[in-house]
């Protein structure tokens, strides 16, 4: 018996997770393992988190929330766009999905026509191929080896552009290899972008707090404003909070793109578990944990 449509056929089950289950099961059976495969963090989330989760389950009124997020997170998520990027977002230009993983999945839900083309510059994150093949769209790998540091270039990107393409998908830092563009290298994608209108593309600044060298972190959005419409900024506090399993990602974008969204969200999960928006909205003394 066959279950699986076509899609569903055509990917595989996430390896990093394969991974890091099969190194559970290990040292349950009293191995010593050294686990390589999830971003996990290794230090623990503040006790403020915690904190403010029981503080909210103790005062009840845990209830389905607005798929777009509860409001006092989307003003913590527009303050740390502000402090950390200079970016301008009004609350509607900010969604909250259940982590960014399902961000992604949303996006594609609601913009890949079949056949609709990804440009995806590799190595990178294992799961970004087969969520766009989920959705009926045709992950288009581009190599970027340490020639030009892991990163796409504009020559690279002008040539992987045919009339197929909707998004470009950008990762700095970059999951696997580190790399993080510069305002330089943006800009030059930048020029090219702006020849090509129907390319919208996706920053998935999630690492943003987990430098490994000297060189700053830049957001795309701070660096392309000329892109704003075209740009849907995905993050999370999975990384820099080390907040993994309490599934909160966030995104900004155009109105219309995350209204969009939204939509997906209300149709799918309906909305993130009120408790982690909590943790994530503020300790007992109300500070924002995205604002530490
Ligand atoms: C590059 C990248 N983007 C997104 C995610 C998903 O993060 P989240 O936990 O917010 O779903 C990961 C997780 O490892 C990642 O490595």
Known sequence: MTYENHRAASIKASPSMAIAMAA?????????????????????????????????????????????GNETLRKAIAEKFKRDNGL??????????????????????????????????????????????????????????????????????????????RWLMLNSPSNPTGAIYSEAEYKSLERVLAGQPRVLVISDEIYEHILLGAQPFVSFGTVCPSLRDRTLIVNGVSKAYAMTGWRVGYAAGPKALIASLNKMQSQSVTSVCSVAQAARTGSAHRRPVLCD
């Open 88 to 165: 301008d977002f009004t609350l509607d230009e900010i969604t909250i999905g259940n982590g960014a993983k399902q961000i992604l999945f949303d996006a594609f839900l609601a913009t890949l026509e079949a056949g609709d083309e990804v440009i995806i510059p590799t190595p990178c994150w294992v799961s970004y191929g087969d969520i766009v093949s989920l959705h009926g769209g045709t992950p288009v790998y581009v190599d970027c080896g340490p020639e030009t540091g892991f990163k796409i270039t504009a020559d690279i990107l002008e040539k992987a552009i045919t009339p197929r393409t």
């Open 24 to 68: 559970k099961k290990l040292r349950s059976e009293g191995r010593d393992i050294v686990d390589l495969s999830l971003g996990e963090p290794d230090f623990e989330p503040p006790a403020h988190v915690g904190e403010a989760a029981c503080a909210a389950v103790h005062a009840g009124g845990i209830r389905y929330g607005a798929s777009a």
